[in-house]
């Protein structure tokens, strides 16, 4: 216990001493190239409002509402802020498959699926799932969601599907269970990253597994881009992008 609080305490002090220069960074300041620069402006820290957003809002208040009455342990709910970010990104690159690596609740996974009523998820819940909560949150969009038992049938699954439909991946993980987890998602990412996908990684400073799993597909990568807020980050694998790294505030 004590190693991962020391984790997560450089991880914050590293966020601090970089902050001015992850802020100027956020103002498009030293971004060179136009696609990093419309993403950062435009998708990250676009400030104005999408149509998604009071339904996002809704669903939000409704697990709050519902995760209360769960016993024993609870997940903390994605931010309304995170949840959004999701959208506008599935909306930059509008997936219509998409993969996703854990949940609580189930509002990241309507955030991703309400870009479009033909999108279509294949889900690993997790260990942190909360079922009652999770089917209820995702009811109206249950006919366009599977869900596997094992995160090795979701990610076989998920290759299969986008290989016989010529589709780029866009996967999300929320959380990793053990290090057989780790493993099987690190294998579906690089995959996804050879295949010009892009991958969005959540909850780095709150889960160890997660934070090494971004660190080791961030120094393997020989294209593409990686942006992230020591929190998320959010890895983009085009071939015609140079290799770039961003560390911004978002």
């Known amino acids: ?3 991962l609080r020391c984790v997560k305490m450089n991880r914050r002090l590293k966020l601090y001493l970089t902050a001015l220069k992850r802020y100027k960074r956020s103002k ?3 971004i060179h190239s136009p696609f990093a620069f419309m993403f950062v402006l435009r998708v990250l820290r676009e400030p104005l409002a999408y149509y998604a957003y009071s339904d996002i809002d809704t669903r939000r208040a409704m697990a709050a509402s519902l995760a209360n009455k769960v016993e024993g342990r609870r997940p903390k709910l994605i931010s309304r802020r995170s949840a959004k970010m999701l959208f506008r990104i599935a909306c930059y690159f509008h997936p219509s498959q998409l993969l996703q690596v854990g949940t609580s609740y189930g509002v990241s996974t309507i ?3 309400d870009v479009s009523d033909s999108s279509r998820m294949m889900i690993y819940k997790g260990r942190e799932a909360h079922d009652v909560v999770y089917d209820e949150i995702t009811r109206r969009y249950s006919g366009r969601i599977i869900s596997f038992a094992t995160l090795a049938g979701a990610t076989a699954a998920y290759r299969k599907a986008c290989g016989d439909m010529s589709l780029s991946p866009f996967i999300m993980v929320n959380a990793l269970d053990d290090t057989d ?4 998602c690190a294998d579906v990412i690089a995959w996804a990253l050879q295949s010009e996908g892009v991958v969005v990684v959540r909850n780095l ?4 597994l997660v934070g090494k799993l971004f660190s080791q597909v961030d120094s393997s990568m020989d294209h593409g881009m990686t942006f992230t807020n020591g929190r998320m980050a959010v890895i983009v694998g085009f071939r015609h992008l140079p290799r770039q790294r961003f560390n911004l505030w978002f």
């Open 205 to 208: 400073m709150r889960s160890p």
């Open 1 to 3: 216990m004590a190693c």
């Open 181 to 184: 987890a780790f493993t099987e």
């Open 28 to 30: 498009g300041f030293g």
């Open 111 to 113: 955030a991703l699926l």
